[in-house]
């Protein structure tokens, strides 16, 4: 009889409802390429947002400019801007926008000014009387390009231009044809842009402008405070990618061309991947360690590092005010959740995989 009872009793409980994965929708300012693209296969193809009970879906959006009304109106669960745009939008005197930033996604800015490595601009003040081409005029690094032009000296709009060429192949060939001189891209970008046979030089910036974070996941505070452990939740399964990708950047490349076949090169298969896995890399490490090379703290923010950009900003007339919220705009409280797992254990998965 106890084997009967037992037998029901496993009949009911494979027939019981399982608990719904929570969906996430995630908005992107621009496409992703082969680095966070590469994070974002690994984590689909290893089950590590599923294995949170998350149901993860992105979109991609005009810029950091669309992504925070959208989130403002909850139309997404969380978007990864930079913060120019938020802080910028805050207003003297004014009670902070009801959004977060709750991981770190971008602890050191990859952002570059880059020209043609045979151009005579080697400074941001040799840009005067040139154009400098940006995906779009939604982007949110425009704020921070004014100011970078302000800091050399420089009036933006007049002696310089900022114009939309659109993003990756678009705005290499714009530089190509010079209808532009300089790109404002990301790191990867301009990688991908020498990839291509375009030697670059990237202008230097001011330690200020090169020390500051730039993209983060955000979300809108009464996610924050209503269901922090669904944020929670996102954020391990992210560092989770990220550390299976800093243990076996190849897997993670393969994974991303698998799930965008377009985006494979053509010609040598091995070159091709080498020089991916190359950029993954560089573009992961600052994630994970310091310039000393030592452990970062996944997801964690310096609010000290964040107060000295935004006294730049104010400075040179991009922000209304130095004295921003930055406690109530960017949070920490959630980051001891992100390493909570078997970090030997997932290091020896991401070791395995071939």
């Not at 996102?234 to 985006?263: I, M, Q, Y």
């Amino acid at each position: 009889m106890t084997w009967l009872i037992a037998a029901a009793v496993l009949v009911q409980a494979s027939q019981a409802p399982t608990h719904a994965a929570d969906r996430v929708k995630v908005g992107l300012g621009i496409p992703p390429t082969v680095t966070e693209g590469s994070v974002q296969s690994i984590a689909d193809e290893l089950g590590l947002f599923r294995d949170e009970n998350l149901d993860v879906e992105y979109v991609v959006l005009a810029g950091a400019g669309a992504l925070l009304p959208q989130l403002l109106q909850k139309n997404i669960t969380i978007a990864l801007p930079l913060p120019e745009t938020l802080l910028s939008a805050h207003k003297p005197g004014s009670e902070p926008l009801p959004v977060s930033y709750f991981y770190n996604a971008g602890p050191r800015n990859t952002l570059e000014l880059a020209v043609k490595a045979d151009s005579d601009i080697r400074t941001i003040a040799d840009l005067r009387g040139k154009s400098i081409g940006v995906g779009a005029l939604t982007w949110g690094t425009i704020p921070q390009t004014r100011a970078l032009l302000r800091a050399a000296g420089l009036t933006p709009g007049k002696d310089v231009q900022i114009v939309a060429v659109g993003v990756l192949g678009a705005g290499f060939h714009a530089l190509r044809e010079d209808r532009v001189q300089a790109l404002n891209f990301n790191s990867t970008w301009i990688d991908l842009l020498e990839q291509e046979g375009v030697a670059a030089r990237r202008l230097a910036y001011p330690p200020a402008f090169r020390q500051t974070v730039v993209n983060g996941y955000i979300a809108h505070r009464s996610t924050l405070d209503d269901n922090p452990g669904l944020l929670e939740r996102f954020g391990r399964a992210w560092t989770k990618a990220l550390v299976v990708c800093d243990t076996n950047p190849r897997s993670c490349v393969e994974a991303f061309w698998r799930k965008n076949p377009s985006a494979r090169p053509q010609g040598d298969a091995a070159a091709a991947l080498a020089a991916n896995v190359r950029l993954l890399q560089r573009w992961i490490e600052p994630l994970l360690r310091d310039s000393d090379g030592k452990a970062r703290v996944p997801g964690a923010y310096d609010l000290n590092v964040i107060r000295t950009y935004v006294g730049e900003m104010y400075r040179y007339g991009e922000f209304a005010s130095e004295d921003i919220p930055l406690d109530a705009y960017f949070s920490n409280k959630l980051v001891p959740g992100f390493v909570k797992f078997d970090r030997d254990a997932l290091v020896a998965r991401a070791r395995a995989l071939p």
